[in-house]
């Protein structure tokens, strides 16, 4: 029989469990505005991005930064650094798709 070794997961910082708290609460705001924005960002958002899209990756974002900053685990915050990077990358790639001049 063998012995099992458990490794504890280290802590992140707390300038990073800040960060991503400050992401959930981007991501809580996020939602409550494209949620009143809807009717008008229906007819703004190119194929293949939707209102109820946005809204799940926005919901997304907050639940996994809101899980990275109560835990403070590596791996949580990590993940939720990685989803708010992929959101912006999604946002950025929307705005360059709507073909509207910045500021509409």
Same mark, same amino acid.
């Given at each position: 029989? @063998?012995? @099992?070794?458990?490794?504890?997961? %280290?802590?992140? #910082?707390?300038?990073?469990?800040?960060?991503?708290?400050?992401?959930?609460?981007?991501?809580?705001?996020? =939602? *409550?505005? =494209? /949620?009143?924005?809807?009717?008008? !960002?229906? $007819? %703004?958002?190119?194929?293949?991005?939707?209102? $109820?899209?946005?809204?799940?990756?926005? @919901?997304?974002? !907050?639940? @996994? #930064?809101?899980? $990275? /900053?109560?835990? *403070?685990?590596?791996?949580?915050?990590?993940?939720? !650094?990685? +989803?708010?990077?992929?959101?912006?990358?999604? *946002? +950025?790639?929307? /705005? =360059? *798709?709507?073909? !509207?001049?910045? $500021?509409?």
């Amino acid at each position: 029989m @063998t012995d @099992t070794v458990c490794v504890r997961e %280290r802590p992140v #910082s707390t300038p990073a469990r800040v960060f991503v708290a400050a992401t959930a609460a981007l991501s809580a705001w996020q =939602i *409550g505005w =494209i /949620a009143d924005q809807a009717e008008d !960002l229906a $007819g %703004r958002l190119p194929a293949p991005w939707s209102v $109820g899209w946005w809204l799940a990756a926005w @919901t997304v974002t !907050l639940a @996994t #930064s809101l899980m $990275g /900053a109560v835990t *403070g685990r590596d791996r949580h915050v990590r993940v939720a !650094l990685a +989803v708010l990077f992929v959101v912006e990358v999604m *946002g +950025v790639a929307t /705005a =360059i *798709g709507d073909r !509207l001049p910045i $500021g509409h």
